[in-house]
């Protein structure tokens, strides 16, 4: 098991940038492919993206693709998610994720970090 724990959220107005950090705790994070995961008020959770446990590949939602990288650096034990041209509709609780399958399900990912919050103002 390892622990996961975000960080970088906060308000920032449409347009603007943010970058989330996701620590990880354990000897094991380079074999785990790391996934973020969003939810709205009032929505299900929601797909962002994921990178493979190497940091080879990456995979993102369409609303993302283009704004938001994700990137890892094994050595800190860190994911993370770089989000540019924000957008009111980018509001949500932001999750970091850890499994051993990488995927878009959430349910497939084994471990969660508690989540940050980003506010796009308009």
């Known amino acids: 098991q390892v622990q996961l724990e975000e960080s970088g959220g906060g308000l920032v107005q449409a347009g603007g940038s943010l970058r989330l950090s996701c620590a990880v705790s354990?000897?094991?994070?380079?074999?785990?492919?790391m996934g973020w995961f969003r939810r709205a008020p009032g929505k299900e959770r929601e797909f962002v993206g994921y990178?493979?446990?190497?940091?080879?590949?990456?995979v993102y939602a369409d609303s993302v693709k283009g704004r938001f990288t994700i990137s890892r650096d094994n050595a800190k034990n860190t994911v993370y998610l770089q989000m540019n041209s924000l957008k009111p509709e980018d509001t949500a609780v932001y999750y970091c994720?850890?499994?051993?399958?990488?995927?878009?399900?959430?349910?497939?990912?084994?471990?969660w970090g508690p989540g940050t919050q980003v506010t796009v103002s308009s």
């Open positions: 990178i493979t446990a190497s940091g080879g590949s990456t």
């Open positions: 994720a850890a499994g051993t399958i990488r995927a878009t399900n959430w349910r497939l990912y084994d471990c």
């Open positions: 354990g000897r094991t994070f380079s074999s785990y492919a």
